[in-house]
């Protein structure tokens, strides 16, 4: 099976910091790759498909690049409300796995 | 607007069985794949298992073998997941999440609130 690694684990930044996490691939997935913002106590939610689509409704300060093995999340100027954890997760065949997420917060 | 409800969460002894139940409001249910994933206290998201638009094509992760068995019933706008013989590691959070996708996978773009299995003895 494809195994998913993240890094890093956890990252803290100041708001308006530009923040980049990227999620790794044991072998080539394409562009079948989503990401998912989980903020504590609350119910994942998608942020990005198809590696760099940006879901509707979520804030344009997110972005996702990447193809093959390496995809990177990017938030252009973070705010205090993009705390949380965030998984990046394969679909390109079962089993559909989750990254271990990377945690942001603000320093 | 979308809804997903899971509902059949509890504490359970080791070795028993439960079924959990999502159901589904908002959208054409048969338009579209469902997934089980949980998350275990403190942990991350695990994906537990698929199933597409019209029950035919299933896939369970090997984590939980022949044990979890997906299903769906179209006419009643809910999906299912059969959990036998439970061991205190499936203790977690069950979310039931909508695919944007009928046949394959494009995302999960709706979750459920989530309901807690918790194996104990």
């Known amino acids: 099976d494809i195994q998913l690694t993240q890094s890093p684990s956890s990252l803290s930044a100041s708001v308006g910091d530009r923040v980049t996490m990227t999620c790794r691939a044991s072998?080539?997935?394409?562009?079948?790759l989503a990401w998912y913002q989980q903020k504590p106590g609350r119910v994942p939610k998608l942020l990005i498909y198809?590696?760099?689509t940006l879901q509707s409704g979520v804030p344009s300060r997110f972005s996702g690049s990447g193809s093959g093995t390496d995809f990177t999340l990017t938030i252009s100027s973070l705010q205090p409300e993009d705390v949380a954890t965030y998984y990046c997760?394969?679909?390109?065949?079962?089993?559909?796995?989750f990254g271990p997420g990377t945690k942001v917060d603000i320093k | 607007q979308v809804q997903l409800v899971e509902s059949g969460g509890g504490v359970v002894q080791p070795g028993r069985s439960l079924r959990l139940s999502c159901e589904a409001s908002?959208?054409?249910?048969?338009?579209?794949?469902m997934h089980w994933v949980r998350q275990a206290p403190g942990k991350g998201l695990e994906w537990v298992a698929v199933?597409?638009?019209?029950?035919?094509?299933?896939y369970t992760a090997d984590s939980v073998g022949g044990r979890f068995t997906i299903s769906r019933d179209n006419s009643k706008n809910t999906l299912y997941l059969q959990v036998n013989s439970l061991r205190p590691e499936d203790t977690a959070v069950y979310y039931c999440?909508?695919?944007?996708?009928?046949?394959?996978?494009?995302?999960?773009?709706?979750w459920g609130q989530g309901t807690l299995v918790a194996v104990s003895s």
């Open positions: 908002g959208f054409t249910f048969s338009s579209y794949g």
């Open positions: 198809a590696a760099s």
């Open positions: 199933i597409w638009f019209d029950g035919r094509s299933k």
């Open positions: 072998q080539g997935i394409i562009n079948y």
């Open positions: 997760q394969k679909y390109n065949s079962d089993p559909f796995t």
């Open positions: 999440a909508k695919d944007m996708g009928a046949v394959s996978a494009r995302g999960a773009d709706y």
